[in-house]
């Protein structure tokens, strides 16, 4: 579709309505933003609605200030109506999502004359389950219940005391709609192993089936969709999607034009994704509780039926699994080159270029047969069960029996299904173009267990990326503030795996960057790598932020953040904040109410600080960069990356440590200027920034700041 005079006089009329309607000026980056995706979604060819053009993306890399929010939103919504398709609006952070549900897209609404709706997607699993919730409430009240516990499935020993209260007052609120079951919506942070209690998945929700159907959280948020010109979702709901097929949650990818906020998470997140992991000893815990659950659901299924024979099946293919789960244990303790200190309870284990030693590959074979019975057997259970909610069907289970233990059986065959998917790709011997997927072990030790843990993943996300979701989208936009590394695209295009036809572009920053800031790096005798730098820091810091009202000191190592901390918190009590303190919207809402009543306040924080978090004007002034953010040199999947780059005759520290580091280093600068009137600067410790080759690549991919270089 060329770009029509009607669709250019749409988007140009509402960019000049928002700025007048929220007196505002034109950003000249904004602008070049707002073209280019125009032109870009404009220049899609289709036939009866399907893409003809060659698969393609737009890549946009636009700094604080650009505000590209409003300039993607202008330029995509136009041009998704006229097309027909499904915006697809995909984030990386909740509080972005929020952003653009609550504030960014009603703000266009009110200030443009486009008439358009729009909704919010998230994954089940962000969603209170009444069914559970009341089952949980029931089981606690009465110990003998007939069916198994829904929360058997959890880890023991984890309920704190007053978790019924919790719960009860999770009831009345969604009761009484004081809340509308979204995680993330609760006035406090839910830890996982509660939140587990009350929620669930595709494997264990019964949906028209459920007594709450009507009342569910989750279908309420999803009634909208079909209907949404604008669904915001997040990049692990698209690639769960897309893990299902396209269209199972979301807009079919053929049907959808995707902008990707906070793109450059989007490679890792679909490494993570497309992840596996069995944890031995715990999964044979597990296999434990699914013999209890078989136990307690014999009797309620009578004896020759497909159900009571399934529940033996399942019995023998648990007990098979659990042999050839100890088997596996016994191999890999037995050995594995473990390498244990006194510090540390944990060895890890990598497998060089993904090859498995002939013994365990064998016994991983004999794992991924065992699991797949039992998935199979759960599978032929669980549809059973659902068989039992068709009245139109006749079935050998009362109707009460499936309500009762379908979403049990669907846990288990979720877990099944989830640790098939690890042993599966442990088998797997294909020889690609690209890295072998990475695969390693890690051994942890407690007080009064252990258990080793198998792992394997993807190395780089590029092909997945391409077949799933690049060859089908109708078209798709990625933008970020660092989607280049070291001024270029090459490390994105690699590990997104982006189309050939793709276009890239910087669009300029509205900052005034020499004006506005400094970046420092003062006279420092040791190196980072040194044994005294802790010392060092211990003894430059207070000068560094004597006299500043706001600072945030980044670190890349915990530990030594935790270090500095307890050596100089009983010489300044009260003004240092560590990012472990507390939740971080506490850390920084005492951070701010510090600063607002003219009190100096010091944060220190690791990577989520150095890219996470937004404080502007008079609430960050200073931020110390400790150490250059190179990657922890034990990552598996980074070394696995390293080993294919150097097989290949390449030098990997310099085409993915340095460039990694770049991307980073750029973020954590980027917490100091959000608006156009901040001032501040930026101090660097590491002096390997003037003292090594790469440090010069490193300065120069930072914003052009003013430079004060101590010799």
């Given at each position: 579709?060329?770009?029509?005079?009607?669709?250019?006089?749409?988007?140009?009329?509402?960019?000049?309505?928002?700025?007048?309607?929220?007196?505002?000026?034109?950003?000249?980056?904004?602008r070049l933003m707002i073209a280019e995706i125009a032109r870009y979604m404009g220049g899609i060819t289709s036939d009866d609605g399907q893409r003809t053009s060659p698969a393609s993306a737009c890549v946009v890399e636009a700094g604080t200030g650009t505000g590209k929010t409003l300039a993607y939103l202008i330029s995509a919504i136009p041009v998704a109506k006229a097309l027909g398709k499904t915006l697809v609006i995909s984030t990386?952070?909740?509080?972005?999502?929020?952003?653009?549900?609550?504030?960014?897209?009603?703000?266009?609404?009110?200030?443009?004359?486009?008439?358009?709706?729009?909704?919010?997607?998230?994954?089940?699993?962000?969603?209170?389950?009444?069914?559970?919730?009341?089952?949980?409430?029931?089981?606690?009240?009465?110990?003998?219940?007939?069916?198994?516990?829904?929360?058997?499935?959890?880890?023991?020993?984890?309920?704190?005391?007053?978790?019924?209260?919790f719960f009860e007052d999770m009831?009345?609120?969604?009761?009484?709609?004081?809340?509308?079951?979204?995680?993330?919506?609760?006035?406090?942070?839910?830890?996982?192993?509660?939140?587990?209690?009350?929620?669930?998945?595709?494997?264990?929700?019964?949906?028209?089936?459920?007594?709450?159907?009507?009342?569910?959280?989750?279908?309420?948020?999803?009634?909208?969709?079909?209907d949404a010109d604008i669904i915001v979702a997040n990049h692990d709901l698209v690639?769960?999607?897309?893990?299902?097929?396209?269209?199972?949650?979301?807009?079919?990818?053929?049907?959808?034009?995707?902008?990707?906020?906070?793109?450059?998470?989007?490679?890792?997140?679909?490494?993570?994704?497309?992840?596996?992991?069995?944890p031995l000893n715990s999964t044979r815990q597990w296999l434990k509780q699914l013999s209890q659950a078989i136990g307690k659901m014999q009797p309620f299924f009578s004896p020759g039926t497909t159900a009571a024979k399934t529940i033996d099946k399942i019995s023998t293919a648990s007990r098979d699994l659990d042999k050839a789960l100890s088997d596996i244990y016994t191999e890999a303790e037995q050995n594995t080159g473990w390498e244990f200190n006194e510090e540390r309870r944990t060895a890890q284990w990598r497998y060089p270029e993904g090859e498995l030693p002939e013994a365990l590959a064998e016994l991983a074979g004999e794992s991924k047969i065992a699991t797949a019975t039992l998935v199979r057997q759960l599978g032929v259970?669980?549809?059973?069960?659902?068989?039992?909610?068709?009245?139109?069907?006749?079935?050998?289970?009362?109707?009460?029996?499936?309500?009762?233990?379908?979403?049990?059986?669907?846990?288990?065959?979720?877990?099944a299904e989830d640790q098939f998917r690890l042993w599966t790709a442990w088998c797997e011997n294909g020889k690609t173009s690209g890295p072998p997927a990475a695969r390693w072990?890690?051994?942890?030790?407690?007080?009064?267990?252990?258990d080793i843990t198998f792992y394997s993943s993807p190395v780089l996300a590029d092909s997945l990326l391409y077949t799933r979701l690049w060859s089908r989208a109708f078209g798709a936009v990625l933008t970020s503030a660092t989607l280049t590394a070291l001024g270029k695209f090459d490390r994105l295009k690699s590990r997104a795996g982006l189309p050939e036809e793709s276009r890239f572009v910087v669009v300029p920053s509205s900052f005034r960057y020499q004006e506005m800031a400094t970046v420092e790096v003062p006279a420092l005798k040791v190196m980072p790598t040194d044994d005294g730098f802790t010392d060092a820091l211990v003894q430059r810091l207070p000068d560094l932020w004597a006299g500043e009202k706001a600072t945030l000191v980044l670190f890349t190592s915990r530990r030594q953040m935790k270090q500095v901390h307890e050596r100089l918190a009983p010489e300044y009590p009260e003004l240092?904040?560590?990012?472990?303190?507390?939740?971080?919207?506490?850390?920084?809402?005492?951070?701010?109410?510090?600063?607002?009543?003219?009190?100096?306040?010091v944060l220190f924080g690791v990577a989520s600080f150095a890219e996470g978090i937004d404080l502007p004007g008079h609430y960050l002034s200073h931020v110390v960069i400790t150490r250059l953010p190179f990657s922890v040199p034990d990552d598996p999947i980074e070394a696995s990356l390293a080993e294919w780059v150097t097989l290949r005759g390449g030098n990997p520290f310099m085409e993915i440590t340095v460039p990694d580091?770049?991307?980073?280093?750029?973020?954590?600068?980027?917490?100091?200027?959000?608006?156009?009137?901040?001032?501040?600067?930026?101090?660097?410790?590491?002096?390997?920034?003037?003292?090594?080759?790469?440090?010069?690549?490193?300065?120069?991919?930072l914003p052009p700041f003013r430079r004060i270089i101590e010799p």
């Open positions: 579709m060329a770009l029509t005079d009607d669709t250019k006089q749409i988007i140009q009329q509402a960019y000049r309505d928002v700025l007048a309607g929220k007196d505002i000026k034109a950003r000249y980056g904004q990386a952070t909740v509080a972005l999502q929020d952003q653009i549900v609550n504030k960014d897209l009603p703000d266009l609404h009110k200030h443009s004359k486009m008439d358009f709706n729009w909704t919010l997607a998230k994954g089940r699993g962000r969603y209170l389950c009444m069914s559970r919730l009341e089952a949980r409430l029931h089981d606690e009240g009465n110990g003998d219940s007939d069916t198994m516990p829904l929360f058997l499935m959890d880890e023991p020993g984890k309920q704190e005391p007053g978790t019924r209260a009831l009345a609120s969604y009761g009484a709609r004081k809340w509308d079951g979204d995680r993330d919506h609760w006035p406090d942070q839910i830890p996982d192993d509660i939140w587990r209690q009350v929620t669930t998945d595709h494997r264990q929700c019964t949906n028209r089936h459920c007594s709450y159907f009507d009342s569910c959280a989750f279908f309420d948020a999803r009634k909208d969709l079909d690639l769960a999607d897309l893990a299902l097929g396209g269209g199972a949650i979301l807009p079919e990818p053929e049907n959808a034009l995707f902008i990707f906020d906070e793109a450059h998470h989007l490679p890792e997140k679909a490494l993570n994704h497309f992840a596996a992991s069995v259970m669980v549809d059973e069960l659902q068989t039992a909610f068709d009245e139109r069907k006749e079935s050998d289970i009362d109707r009460d029996t499936a309500e009762a233990w379908y979403p049990v059986l669907g846990s288990f065959h979720s877990r072990a890690i051994r942890q030790r407690w007080e009064h267990a252990e240092i904040t560590t990012q472990d303190d507390m939740a971080k919207g506490e850390v920084l809402r005492r951070h701010c109410a510090r600063v607002d009543e003219g009190l100096p306040s580091a770049s991307i980073k280093l750029v973020q954590a600068v980027g917490r100091l200027l959000r608006k156009e009137s901040d001032t501040g600067r930026v101090t660097i410790l590491d002096r390997r920034i003037i003292a090594r080759r790469y440090g010069q690549l490193l300065l120069d991919a």
